[in-house]
C-alpha cells in the first residue's frame, strides 16, 4: 500500500508541474487583462464567459471518448489491441471535433448577439470554436499519455504549450493591441502546435482498426458519461451564466476572479491526483485490497486538498492586492473561501464515483449530473438576485455538497467502500473554519496579519492530531518521510530514489 502511494505521489508531482503550468500563465496574464489599459472590467467580464464557453464547447465535443478509451485501454480482451482502440478512438474524434467545429462557425455572429447582445465579439468566438475543437483532439491524446504514464512528456507537452501560449497572448494583448482575439487567437496556435508535436508520438501508438461491435460498446458505455460530462461542465459555469443574467458584467468580472485563483486548487491538486490516480485505481478492480485503497485515497487527497484550500483562502487578499492591476476587483475576496470548499466537494465526489465505474453504472452518474445541475440552477435563481455574487457562490457550494452526498450514497449502494467519513467530516469542520477565519483579520496591520494567517495554515495537522486523527502507522511514516527529506545533505540520494519506485510496483 505504502509503495502504491509512493507512486501516485510521484505521478501526482510530475502532473502537477504541468497542471501548474497552465494555472502560472493564468495567474501572470491576470495583471494584464485586469488592467485598464488594455481591459475594462466589463471585458474581463466578457472573458470569464468566454472561458465557461470553451469549457462547455470541448465537453461537447469530448464525447466521453478519454473515459471510454482509458476503460476499454485496460480490458483484457483488448489487452493486444491497444493501438487499434487508440486509432479507433482518435480517429472518432477528430471527426466529432470539426463536424461540430464547422457546423458553430457560420453561427459566431448569432451566438455573440445571443450571449452579449451584440455581434460584435463574432471573432473571438470563432477562435475559441477552433481552439475548443482541437483541445478536445489533444485530450485524447493526453489520454494515451496517462494510460501509458508517461507524466514526463506530459509535463513537458504542457509546458511547451503554456510557453507558446503565453508570449504570443503577450504579443497579441501587448503589441497587436487584439485584446479578446489576442488571447483565442494564441489558445488556435498554441492547440495546433501541440498536435504537431505530439504527432509523430500518436502516429507511433495507431494501428488502422475499426470493429463496429467493439465501437458500439464502448458508445453505449461512454454515453451517459458524455451527457454527465456536459452537466457537470454545466454544473460548474452555471453560476457565471446566471451571473450575467440576472447581475452585471462587473459582479462576473469579479467572480472570474476568485474563481480563477481558486480554480488553481483543481488544476493543480484535483486534476493531478486525479491523473496520477485514476489509471491506478481501474488497475485495482479486482484486487483484494480494493476497499481500503479507495477509502484511502479519498481521505489523503482530502487531507491534502483541504490544506492548500486554507492556504488560498487565508492569503488570497494578499494575492488580489498584488495581482490585480485596479482595486475594483478586491471584492473578490470575500467568496474565494466559499470556492474552495466547494473544490473539496468536486474532488471527493470524483474520487467516490469511482465505485459505480467499477460496477460499470455509468447510468446512475448521468442522472446525478444531470439533476445536481438543475438544483444548481434552482440554487443560482433563488440565491443571485438577493445576494449578489455571495449568492452564487453559495449556490455552488451547496450544489457540491449535495452532489457529493448524492454520489456516496448510491456508489456504496453498489460497491461497499470503508471510507472513514468521521475522518473526513473533521478535516470539512477544522478546514473550514481556518479557512474563513482570514476574513476577520484582513482589517489587521501587514506583518501580525501575514503571521497569524500563517499560524493557522501551520495549525492544521497539528489540530487533526489532536482528534486522533492519524493512525499509528501514518505517524511512522510522517515521522520517516520527515527525517528523510530534513537532511539536505542527501537531497540528491533521496531525489534519486524516486526513480526506482516505480520498478518496485
Same mark, same amino acid.
Given at each position: 500500500?505504502? *509503495?502504491?502511494?509512493?507512486?501516485?505521489? *510521484?505521478?501526482?508531482? !510530475?502532473?502537477?508541474?504541468?497542471?501548474?503550468?497552465? *494555472?502560472?500563465?493564468?495567474?501572470?496574464?491576470?495583471?494584464?487583462?485586469?488592467?485598464?489599459?488594455?481591459?475594462?472590467?466589463?471585458?474581463?467580464?466578457? /472573458?470569464?464567459?468566454?472561458?465557461?464557453?470553451?469549457?462547455?464547447?470541448?465537453? /461537447?465535443?469530448?464525447?466521453?471518448?478519454? =473515459?471510454?478509451?482509458?476503460?476499454?485501454?485496460?480490458?483484457?480482451?483488448?489487452?493486444?489491441?491497444?493501438?487499434?482502440?487508440?486509432?479507433?478512438?482518435?480517429?472518432? =474524434?477528430?471527426?466529432?471535433?470539426?463536424?461540430?467545429?464547422?457546423? /458553430?462557425?457560420?453561427?459566431?455572429? %448569432?451566438?455573440?448577439? /445571443?450571449?452579449?447582445? %451584440?455581434?460584435?465579439?463574432?471573432?473571438?468566438?470563432?477562435?475559441?470554436?477552433?481552439?475548443?475543437?482541437?483541445?478536445?483532439?489533444?485530450?485524447?491524446?493526453?489520454?494515451?499519455?496517462?494510460? =501509458?504514464?508517461?507524466?514526463?512528456?506530459?509535463?513537458? %507537452?504542457?509546458?511547451?504549450?503554456?510557453?507558446?501560449?503565453?508570449?504570443?497572448?503577450?504579443?497579441?494583448?501587448?503589441?497587436?493591441?487584439?485584446?479578446?482575439?489576442?488571447?483565442?487567437?494564441?489558445?488556435?496556435?498554441?492547440?495546433?502546435?501541440?498536435?504537431?508535436?505530439?504527432?509523430?508520438?500518436?502516429?507511433?501508438?495507431?494501428?488502422?482498426?475499426?470493429?463496429?461491435?467493439?465501437?458500439?460498446?464502448?458508445?453505449?458505455?461512454?454515453?451517459?458519461?458524455?451527457?454527465?460530462?456536459?452537466?457537470?461542465?454545466?454544473?460548474?459555469?452555471?453560476?457565471?451564466?446566471?451571473?450575467?443574467?440576472?447581475?452585471?458584467?462587473?459582479?462576473?468580472?469579479?467572480?472570474?476572479?476568485?474563481?480563477?485563483?481558486?480554480?488553481?486548487?483543481?488544476?493543480?491538486?484535483?486534476?493531478?491526483?486525479?491523473?496520477?490516480?485514476?489509471?491506478?485505481?481501474?488497475?485495482?478492480?479486482?484486487?483484494?485490497?480494493?476497499?481500503?485503497?479507495?477509502?484511502?485515497?479519498?481521505?489523503?487527497?482530502?487531507?491534502?486538498?483541504?490544506?492548500?484550500?486554507?492556504?488560498?483562502?487565508?492569503?488570497?487578499?494578499?494575492?488580489?492586492?498584488?495581482?490585480?492591476?485596479?482595486?475594483?476587483?478586491?471584492?473578490?475576496?470575500?467568496?474565494?473561501?466559499?470556492?474552495?470548499?466547494?473544490?473539496?466537494?468536486?474532488?471527493?465526489?470524483?474520487?467516490?464515483?469511482?465505485?459505480?465505474?467499477?460496477?460499470?453504472?455509468?447510468?446512475? !452518474?448521468?442522472?446525478?449530473?444531470?439533476?445536481?445541475?438543475?438544483?444548481?440552477?434552482?440554487?443560482?435563481?433563488?440565491?443571485?438576485?438577493?445576494?449578489?455574487?455571495?449568492?452564487?457562490?453559495?449556490?455552488?457550494?451547496?450544489? =457540491?455538497?449535495?452532489?457529493?452526498?448524492?454520489?456516496?450514497?448510491?456508489?456504496?449502494?453498489?460497491?461497499?467502500?470503508?471510507?472513514?467519513?468521521?475522518?473526513?467530516?473533521?478535516?470539512?469542520?477544522?478546514?473550514?473554519?481556518?479557512?474563513?477565519?482570514?476574513?476577520?483579520?484582513?482589517?489587521?496591520?501587514?506583518?501580525?496579519?501575514?503571521?497569524?494567517?500563517?499560524?493557522?495554515?501551520?495549525?492544521?495537522?497539528?489540530?487533526?492530531?489532536?482528534?486522533?486523527?492519524?493512525?499509528?502507522?501514518?505517524?511512522?511514516? !510522517?515521522?520517516?518521510?520527515?527525517?528523510?527529506?530534513?537532511?539536505?545533505?542527501?537531497?540528491?540520494?533521496?531525489?534519486?530514489?524516486?526513480?526506482? !519506485?516505480?520498478?518496485?510496483?
Amino acid at each position: 500500500m505504502l *509503495k502504491t502511494i509512493k507512486v501516485s505521489l *510521484k505521478d501526482t508531482f !510530475i502532473y502537477g508541474l504541468g497542471n501548474i503550468a497552465v *494555472k502560472i500563465v493564468g495567474l501572470i496574464l491576470i495583471p494584464w487583462t485586469t488592467n485598464p489599459k488594455y481591459f475594462s472590467i466589463n471585458e474581463f467580464g466578457i /472573458l470569464g464567459v468566454l472561458e465557461i464557453s470553451a469549457l462547455v464547447l470541448t465537453a /461537447l465535443m469530448a464525447s466521453a471518448l478519454p =473515459q471510454s478509451l482509458t476503460r476499454w485501454f485496460w480490458d483484457k480482451d483488448f489487452k493486444e489491441n491497444q493501438k487499434g482502440i487508440f486509432f479507433m478512438s482518435l480517429s472518432t =474524434q477528430v471527426i466529432i471535433s470539426f463536424s461540430i467545429c464547422f457546423l /458553430l462557425v457560420p453561427f459566431s455572429s %448569432t451566438l455573440s448577439t /445571443l450571449v452579449f447582445s %451584440t455581434p460584435d465579439w463574432s471573432r473571438v468566438i470563432t477562435y475559441l470554436i477552433f481552439a475548443s475543437a482541437i483541445q478536445a483532439v489533444n485530450n485524447i491524446v493526453n489520454t494515451l499519455m496517462r494510460l =501509458q504514464s508517461k507524466s514526463v512528456l506530459y509535463s513537458i %507537452t504542457n509546458l511547451f504549450k503554456l510557453t507558446s501560449v503565453l508570449i504570443l497572448t503577450l504579443y497579441f494583448i501587448t503589441s497587436r493591441k487584439m485584446g479578446l482575439e489576442g488571447i483565442y487567437l494564441a489558445q488556435v496556435i498554441g492547440n495546433g502546435l501541440v498536435v504537431l508535436f505530439l504527432i509523430g508520438y500518436s502516429l507511433k501508438n495507431c494501428t488502422v482498426y475499426f470493429d463496429k461491435t467493439v465501437f458500439r460498446s464502448m458508445s453505449i458505455y461512454g454515453f451517459p458519461l458524455y451527457l454527465a460530462n456536459i452537466s457537470s461542465v454545466i454544473l460548474n459555469v452555471v453560476d457565471r451564466y446566471s451571473l450575467i443574467t440576472w447581475d452585471v458584467l462587473k459582479s462576473v468580472a469579479l467572480y472570474t476572479l476568485a474563481s480563477k485563483i481558486t480554480s488553481v486548487l483543481k488544476l493543480v491538486i484535483v486534476d493531478s491526483m486525479k491523473l496520477a490516480l485514476g489509471p491506478m485505481m481501474l488497475k485495482r478492480i479486482g484486487s483484494p485490497d480494493i476497499g481500503r485503497f479507495y477509502s484511502k485515497v479519498l481521505l489523503y487527497s482530502s487531507f491534502i486538498l483541504m490544506f492548500t484550500i486554507i492556504g488560498v483562502s487565508l492569503f488570497s487578499f494578499e494575492l488580489i492586492k498584488v495581482i490585480a492591476k485596479s482595486n475594483q476587483y478586491w471584492g473578490a475576496v470575500t467568496i474565494i473561501p466559499v470556492l474552495s470548499i466547494s473544490i473539496l466537494f468536486i474532488s471527493m465526489k470524483d474520487f467516490t464515483i469511482y465505485g459505480l465505474h467499477v460496477v460499470k453504472k455509468t447510468k446512475i !452518474i448521468g442522472i446525478l449530473v444531470i439533476v445536481s445541475t438543475a438544483v444548481s440552477i434552482g440554487f443560482n435563481y433563488l440565491l443571485i438576485p438577493h445576494f449578489g455574487i455571495t449568492g452564487a457562490a453559495m449556490a455552488t457550494l451547496l450544489s =457540491q455538497f449535495l452532489f457529493w452526498l448524492a454520489v456516496l450514497y448510491y456508489s456504496q449502494k453498489a460497491f461497499y467502500v470503508p471510507y472513514e467519513i468521521g475522518k473526513i467530516t473533521l478535516i470539512i469542520v477544522v478546514g473550514t473554519i481556518l479557512s474563513f477565519s482570514g476574513l476577520l483579520i484582513n482589517h489587521f496591520p501587514l506583518l501580525p496579519r501575514l503571521l497569524l494567517k500563517s499560524v493557522s495554515l501551520m495549525s492544521f495537522p497539528f489540530i487533526l492530531y489532536l482528534f486522533n486523527f492519524y493512525e499509528p502507522v501514518e505517524l511512522k511514516a !510522517i515521522r520517516g518521510f520527515a527525517t528523510k527529506w530534513s537532511n539536505l545533505r542527501k537531497l540528491g540520494e533521496n531525489l534519486k530514489s524516486l526513480k526506482g !519506485i516505480a520498478d518496485e510496483m
